[in-house]
């Protein structure tokens, strides 16, 4: 930001924002909807949650 100034940084950020939209926009939503239609609710989202972060082998190291 020092280079080039706060409303050239701001303006480099909106881009690469826009870019990064335009990116996740070509992604998939078939995947997103089942993903979502699988859910069960909050609780369950937790509990799956938890067993993934436990079942991760550095979690679990003695």
Do not use: K
Not at 14 to 39: C, I
Not at 53 to 62: D, E, G, I, K, M
């Amino acid at each position: 930001m020092a280079t080039v100034g706060p409303g050239w940084a701001s303006l480099i950020d909106a881009a690469t924002f826009l870019v990064s939209a335009a990116f996740l926009s070509r992604l998939p939503r078939a995947v997103a909807a089942q993903r979502l239609a699988a859910s069960t609710g909050l609780l369950a989202g937790i509990e799956g949650g938890l067993a993934e972060v436990t079942s991760a082998v550095l979690v679990n190291a003695p």
